[in-house]
C-alpha cells in the first residue's frame, strides 16, 4: 500500500512543479546551464526511511550545503573553544560571499558564511592524511555511500573564484588561516564540487537530525556536541541574510546551496533535503524554499511545535490470534479465526503521536502483507496528538479503504479530532469485531448461531437424545433485560444456565473496577463453574441485550441425582469435559490480558 506520506509529497511536488520563478546560478560557468525543470523532494528520519518524489537520483554540486558538515568536522577535531577563537556564531544579515569580518579581529561571522567556510577548512587536520580526503570520506559516511568530486566544477570554481581567493588571503593577513591560504582554498572549492543527490542530502541532514550518527549504518559521523553547536549556528546563519524570515516562516535548522540543494533538519526526527536549481535573490533554491514552508506547516514541523524528540510510537504489533476477544467461540469457530486470524492486526501506541512517530506508525501498517484486512490501532496509552497526525491517521485510513480495507481506532480518552473514525472503549471490543467480521466473511451462519437448541449445545454432546430430553424436560426457561445481573459474586451454585439466543459477560472487580472475562452467546452455559473451590460464584454474569434461558437449577438437578443417578453421572461428565476445555483455553490466552 502507498504511504499517505509518498501521497502527500507527490501531490506537493506536481503542484509546486508549476513555480518556474528564479534563475540557476551563473556565477560558476559549470552550473549555469543547470535543468530549472528537474525537482526533487526526499525526506530520511532518524531510524533510515526514505521519502522520495521527483529527480531524487539526480546528481548536483553540494555547493555551501558542505558547510555545516565541514565545520562539524573542525569541531571534532580541534573542539569547540579553538574554533570559536577563529569564527564567530553571530549572524551577518549578510550575502553569503561577504566579506563580514570582525573590525581588528578578522574573525567571520560564523561558519555558513564564505569567509568562515573557508576558515574552517584551515581548521580541519591535515596531518594523518589529506584534509580534503578526510572531508570527503566524512561527507560520504554522513550520506550512507561514497561521494566523487566533479573534477569541472572544481575546475570551474578555481577558475571564477576571485572573491572567495580574496576572501583567504584576507584572512591569512589576520592570521585567522596561519598557513598559505591557497591549499586551503583549493580543498574548499573540492568541498563544494562534490557530488550529491537528493537522497544522500536527506540521509546527512537525518545524520544531524540523529545525533551525529547515520541512521542506517549505524556509524557515530560526528559527535553530539558538534552537532548541537552546528544545528545551532544553521539556525542562526545557514539561510544568510534571509535567516530570519526563514526560522520564522519554516523554523528549522538549515542550509542552503547554490547548486539548487536545500537541508532542513527536525532534530530527533527527520532530515529534509529538496533539489531545484532555479535560485531566488538570496541564493536558495525558489522550489526547496516553497516546499519547506509547505511541509514544515502541514507536518507541524517548526521547532517551537516540535520541541520532543520523535521516536518510535509502536508499543506492540500482532495479529489478534495472539490476543482473542472474551468471546467463547464454538469449536468450528474457534478453528476458522486460527486460520484466519492473521487478516487481523493491532498495533499498539503510545507517547505523543508527533510527525516522526506517527510516520514510523504509517509505514508500518503501510507495509503490511496485503492479506492484512483489519487493523486496530490501539490509541489507550497516547498522551497527545498533533494535527499533523491526526491528518495522517485519516489519510491512512482512507488508503485502507481504497484497497478494501478496514482501520478502527481503540481510544478511552476520546480525541475529539477522530471521533469521525469508528472507535471502540476497549481493546476487547475491537477484537470481537474483528474475529466477527472474519467469522462472517469466511465462515457461514452455523458458525456463530444466534439461537440454539438446547439439543445442539456442544456442553451436552457426549449425550444421547433421551438424555438430553430428560434434561431439558427439568430446565426452567428465563426471559432476562439487557443489563440485569443474573448472578453474583459469593452467590451458592444455583445451577447451570443454557443461553438459547443473545449473550452474557462475566467480570470481577479489581481495584474498583470491573475487568471482563468472557462474553458467552447462543449455545453455551455458565453457572456451572460454581461447583468449584468453595462452591461459590466467583464472577458476575450480566445481561447483554435481550436474552433467552434454559436454566437446570440446583434443586433440579439435585431430584436428577435422585430420580436417576446415571443421567446424572452422565451430565456431569460433559458437563466437566466442557468447563475443563474452556478453562484450559482461558490459560492458554491468560498471557494477553485484554482490559
Known sequence: MRSPIDSYLA???????DLTAGTPYQGIPAMADADPSKFAIAMATVDGHVYRIGDADLEFSIQSISKPFSYALALDDIGLDAVDTKIDVEPSGDAFNEISLARGSGRPANAMINAGAIATVSLIRNTDAPRFERILEHFSTAAGRRLELSDSIFASEALTGHRNRALAYLLRSFDIIETDPSPVLEDYFRACSVMVNTQDLAMM??????????????????????????????????????????????????????????????????????????????GSSVRGVAASERISADMGMHFVRAARLGRSVIRDHFDITDAPSYTRYTDAASKLLAEYGERAHIVELAGDLLFAGTESMVREVSELDPSVELVILDLRRVDDIDRIAVEMIHQLGRELEAEGRTMVLVQEKIFEPLESLRCFPSRNDAVEWAETTLLQRYGD??????????????????????????????????????GRIIRRPGQEFGGVYFILKGKVVTSTLQNGKPVRHATLSAGMTFGEI???????????????????????SAASIATLEADDPGTALRFWKAVARDAYTRVEANIKDSNFPLH
Open 11 to 17: 501531490d506537493l511536488h506536481a503542484e509546486l512543479l
Open 205 to 282: 541532514a537525518a545524520t544531524l537530525a540523529n545525533g551525529g550518527t547515520q541512521p542506517r549504518t549505524g556509524v557515530q559521523v560526528m559527535s553530539k556536541e558538534a552537532v548541537q553547536r552546528t544545528l545551532s549556528v544553521m539556525t542562526t546563519c545557514g539561510m544568510y541574510d534571509d535567516a530570519g524570515a526563514w526560522i520564522s516562516a519554516v523554523g528549522l535548522p538549515a542550509k542552503s546551496g547554490v547548486g539548487g540543494g536545500l537541508i532542513a533538519v527536525l532534530p530527533g526526527q527527520v532530515g529534509l533535503a529538496i533539489y531545484s536549481p532555479a535560485l531566488d535573490l538570496h
Open 445 to 482: 451462519g452455523d458458525l456463530v448461531p444466534s439461537e440454539v437448541s438446547v439439543c445442539d449445545f456442544a456442553a451436552l454432546a457426549p449425550l444421547d437424545a433421551v438424555d438430553i430430553d430428560l434434561l431439558e424436560s427439568l430446565m426452567e426457561e428465563s426471559r432476562i433485560e439487557d
Open 530 to 552: 460454581a461447583l468449584g473451590g468453595e462452591g461459590e460464584q466467583t464472577t458476575r454474569v450480566t445481561a447483554v441485550g435481550r436474552l433467552h434461558l434454559k436454566v437446570l
